[in-house]
C-alpha cells in the first residue's frame, strides 16, 4: 500500500542537473545562484526586491528586524500559525500578541487585531492560512493607523493572487518558506519580497552579520579598498549557492505545481459536496492550496486521524493556536477559550494529502476513505 504523506516536494533532472551545476563551478555560497533566484523571485511575485534567507524563520526574523522591531515592540499576528510567526518576533525582545481567525476564512480576523492595537504595535503579520490569500487591505488601513508594518507570513502561499496581483506585492513586506512541503522546495530557505529599497537594505544587511561592504553606505571614511563596517548585530542567514540554483530551478516548474494543487482542491471540493458532517477549506478564485484542510466533527477527528493513518493516508493537523503551546501558556498567561475559533479550528481539522505528484487516483482513493469514515459511503 502506498504511504501519501499531507505533502511533499517534487524534484525533476533538472533540479538535480541545476544543484550538479554550481557544485563544479567557482561559487558554493554568495555567488550568482542567489542573486538570478532573488531576481527571478521578485519578478514572480510582482515585487521589486526579494532577499534570500537560510530558512523561513530567517525570513520573518529579517523582515520583522527590518521593520524596526525592537525589545518591548509588539507583532500583532493570527493564533492560527506555526510557532516561528510568534517565535521570530521573541528572538528581538518583541512580544507576539495573537489575535483570532475569522472562521470564514481561517485567516487572522481584521476586527479582532484592531482590537488588540496598542502603541508598542510595531508589526502586524496576518497569515495567509492553508494558501488563502488573506484580504489585506483592512491591515494596510490599521497599519496606516497605528504607524505599524504589514509583514505578511505567506510561506502558505507562494503563488496565490488577489487583487489582480500575486501575494509577495501588497503587503510591506512578505515572507515565504522553501521547505520542502511548502510550494517549492530548496531543502530549506526562504524570501522576503518588498517594494522598499530601505527595507531591502536592512534585510540584507542583517542576513550578513550586519557588516556593510559597500562604501556608498559606510558611516564612516573607508581606510582601503577593503574596508568592511558592522553596522549593527545581525546573523549569518545566507542561503547557499546549492539551495538557490535548486529554487531557481523549482521556480520555472511553480506555474504547474500551483495549478495542479488547484485541480486537487477542485476534485476534493467535488467529492465532499455532499458531505453535510465535513467542512471544506474557504473558496477563493487566488487560492494556491499548500494544505487542504476539512474540518471533521470534534468527536470523530482523532478517529478519522487513525483510520487514515491505518490505510497509509498521513494527514496532519494545523495547528495547535499558538498561544495554546506550553512555551506561550506559561510565559504569557493565555488560557484555553482565549480563541475560540482558532481553538476550534484545531479541534476539528486534518490536512489531507495535496502535493504536484499525488495522482487523481490517489486523490479519490483519499476522499472514498474520508467518505467511508464520517459515514457517507
Ligand atoms: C513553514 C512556515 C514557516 C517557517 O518556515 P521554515 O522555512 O520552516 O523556517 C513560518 N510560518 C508558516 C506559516 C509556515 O508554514
Redesign the pocket.
Known amino acids: 500500500m502506498k504511504t501519501l504523506s499531507y505533502g511533499r516536494q517534487f524534484i525533476d533532472g533538472e533540479d538535480i542537473d541545476a544543484v550538479v551545476a554550481v557544485l563544479k563551478g567557482d561559487w558554493l555560497t554568495q555567488g550568482p545562484s542567489v542573486k538570478e533566484f532573488e531576481e527571478r523571485f521578485a519578478e514572480y511575485v510582482g515585487a521589486r526586491r526579494a532577499v534570500a534567507f537560510a530558512?523561513?524563520?530567517?525570513a520573518?526574523h529579517g523582515a520583522y528586524f527590518a521593520a524596526g522591531v525592537e525589545a518591548g515592540d509588539e507583532v500583532l499576528t493570527s493564533a492560527m500559525?506555526?510557532a516561528?510567526?510568534g517565535n521570530a518576533a521573541l528572538y528581538l525582545g518583541g512580544t507576539p500578541v495573537f489575535a483570532d481567525i475569522d472562521p470564514a476564512t481561517l485567516c487572522l480576523d481584521p476586527d479582532e487585531a484592531a482590537k488588540k492595537v496598542s502603541g508598542r504595535t510595531k508589526v502586524i503579520a496576518p497569515?495567509s492560512y492553508a494558501g488563502y490569500p488573506v484580504d489585506i487591505e483592512p491591515f494596510l488601513r490599521l497599519a496606516a493607523e497605528c504607524g505599524a508594518v504589514v509583514v505578511e507570513?505567506a510561506?502558505?502561499a507562494l503563488g496565490a493572487g488577489r487583487n489582480g496581483v500575486r501575494v509577495g506585492k501588497e503587503a510591506h513586506m512578505t515572507?515565504f518558506?522553501?521547505?520542502p512541503v511548502?510550494h517549492i522546495t530548496t531543502g530549506?530557505?526562504?524570501m522576503v519580497t518588498t517594494d522598499s529599497d530601505e527595507f531591502a537594505r536592512r534585510l540584507l544587511l542583517f542576513r550578513t552579520h550586519g557588516i556593510e561592504k559597500d562604501p556608498q553606505f559606510m558611516t564612516e571614511a573607508p581606510d582601503g579598498p577593503w574596508a568592511t563596517e558592522m553596522q549593527l548585530l545581525g546573523f549569518n542567514y545566507r542561503l547557499s549557492e546549492l539551495h538557490a540554483a535548486l529554487g531557481a530551478s523549482q521556480l520555472r516548474k511553480l506555474e504547474r505545481f500551483v495549478l495542479r494543487r488547484r485541480e486537487i482542491a477542485s476534485m476534493y471540493d467535488a467529492l465532499f459536496d455532499e458531505v453535510g458532517s465535513l467542512g471544506t477549506p474557504p473558496r477563493h478564485e487566488g487560492h494556491s492550496y499548500h494544505l487542504y484542510p476539512v474540518q471533521f466533527p470534534a468527536k470523530m477527528r482523532a478517529y478519522a486521524f487513525e483510520e487514515l493513518g491505518k490505510l497509509g493516508i498521513r494527514g496532519m493537523v494545523h495547528y495547535l493556536p499558538v498561544p495554546m503551546h506550553p512555551y506561550y501558556r506559561k510565559r504569557f498567561g493565555y488560557l484555553p477559550g482565549d480563541f475560540p475559533h482558532a481553538e476550534e479550528l484545531y479541534a476539528r481539522e486534518i490536512s489531507l494529502p495535496v502535493f504536484y505528484g499525488l495522482s487523481d487516483d490517489d486523490v479519490r482513493r483519499v476522499a472514498e476513505e474520508v467518505r467511508r469514515i464520517t459515514g457517507f459511503a
Not at 55 to 58: C, F, P
Open positions: 530558512n523561513g524563520t530567517a520573518l500559525t506555526f516561528a510567526t497569515v507570513d510561506c502558505h515572507a518558506s522553501f521547505h511548502k530549506e530557505g526562504g
